[in-house]
């Protein structure tokens, strides 16, 4: 064997090494920038779950005040003479010093075909003041 025939063997061998080393590099940089994707991924979602939870929070607590003062309204009107309830969808308003005049108001989806409908008061029954 002479020096010529080694020396491509072992330029072969460094061709050979060469790819499979490029080729493992290749896949460890893919691996690395997929988990560093998926991390950041879930660390962006993690944030938007936080800001929905907190959203939720006072959203929750925006309705526990507004109930408060609907209760507070009902009751001042209640002393006023004015009784407010539902009765299923409907909102009825009644006067208490004089019986017959009772208002009725249903609530109606303005939108059928969405999933949280926009409602809107409608008059049932116009009430004549006298």
């Given amino acids: ?3 010529n025939e080694i020396l491509n063997i072992i330029q072969i ?5 060469g790819g499979i080393g490029g080729f493992l590099a290749f896949v460890r940089t893919r ?3 997929i988990t560093q994707i998926q991390a950041t991924t ?5 944030q938007k ?10 959203l929750q607590q925006e309705n526990e005040y507004l109930q408060t003062v609907i209760e507070t309204i009902k009751e ?4 006023q ?4 309830y539902t009765e299923g969808r409907t909102v009825v308003i009644e006067n208490l010093n004089k019986r017959p005049p009772r208002k009725s108001h249903r609530l109606i989806p303005r939108d059928i ?5 926009a409602l809107e008061l409608k008059k049932d029954d116009p009430v004549d003041d006298d």
């Fill in 113 to 117: 075909g969405k999933s949280s409908p």
């Fill in 13 to 17: 061998a460094i061709i050979i090494a």
């Fill in 81 to 84: 003479g004015i009784s407010i």
């Fill in 49 to 58: 779950v936080d800001v929905i939870e907190s959203k939720l929070r006072d």
């Fill in 76 to 79: 001042a009107l209640k002393e």
């Fill in 31 to 33: 691996r690395n920038d």
């Fill in 1 to 3: 064997m002479s020096i």
């Fill in 42 to 46: 879930i660390t962006a979602l993690k």
